[in-house]
């Protein structure tokens, strides 16, 4: 049976086909894994590494998983090194990628957990203790592996599902390790994903187009009578800074409307996922203090300024029906 879900976020096109994934993902049966024999040194290895991953590529989502009790800490760090290995296959510079995609896509959603390798081991005990649904992670890796061969995207609504497979899924996974009350947090989590990639995507503009990808919507750059010469030319100018201004206007708003569902949490996950949102949302603050300047530098947020915002980060979980500001 199919689940059906439930919103009171008013319903653009976008979101009502994300939410169609998200229902036939979740109506499947959960993946029942037989996970292969690991002894418990083995599997602290196996979390330590992940947690490594998660602190060299992340240090942002690593100081937010930090405020997590800790087996709800180290399984989303192990889901977030599965996620980080799966996307860094594809910025692979040597020998056949589609084969290296391919091969490590087998072995991920393999029935048992292949032995040998510590991160997919850490991935066979979460998804088993967790009862991540399989389809969640098959979206994921389809997600990624379309960057094996970008194409431009024209509207937001293939921006809205391209951020689905590699962004939401992941908040849709996390769910399942940090509890929920109600069926009615997913589409709120589906947003976030949303929300959390497009501020990706805004802060790496000048590296992506390096790498031959650029996700903004060519019917937004048209809108500000911009071209792709301009973005090779790495102009910023006042068409570009109005672009900006409007992607970064929705994408506060995306963070917002998705603010109430934390509060559908359990209660000991949600100041992680206020933190990581709040500490991604800051990348926006970064990029407009530079003059929306994301070509020759990437926007980050600082460690003195990431510890000046756990107070109010700290405050804001504490009393989610207020609204979500900087």
Known sequence: MRTRFVTAIPSHTWELRLLSWAS???GLEPSDPQTAVSTSSDLRLA?????????ACSPSFYLATALLPSAKRQAIRALYAVCRVSDNLIDCQHGDVSAAVKDWS?????PVSPP?????????????????PQQYMEQLLNGVAQDLCPKRL??????????YGVASTVGLMSMHILGYTSE???????????ALQLTNILRDVGEDWQAGRLYLPSCELAQYDLTLSDLAAA?????????????????????AEAWPGIGLLHPDGRLAVVAAADLYRAILDDIEAHDYNV?????????????????SIWQRSRNLCGPMIS
């Open 106 to 110: 087998q072995r991920v959603l393999a």
């Open 116 to 132: 040998g390798d510590p991160i997919l081991s850490a991935w066979g005990d979460i998804r088993r203790r967790y009862g991540i």
């Open 295 to 311: 070509f020759t530098r990437r926007a980050h947020v600082g460690a003195a300024r990431k510890l000046s915002r756990l107070p």
């Open 24 to 26: 036939e993902a979740k």
């Open 154 to 163: 024209t509207t937001f609504d293939e921006l809205a599902a391209y951020a």
């Open 235 to 255: 102009r910023v100018d006042e068409r570009w800074r109005a672009l900006m201004r409007f992607q970064i206007a929705r994408n506060r708003r995306l963070y």
């Open 184 to 194: 009615q947090a997913v589409p709120y989590a589906i947003k976030l994903g949303v």
């Open 47 to 55: 979390y330590s590494k992940c947690a490594t991953i998660t602190a």
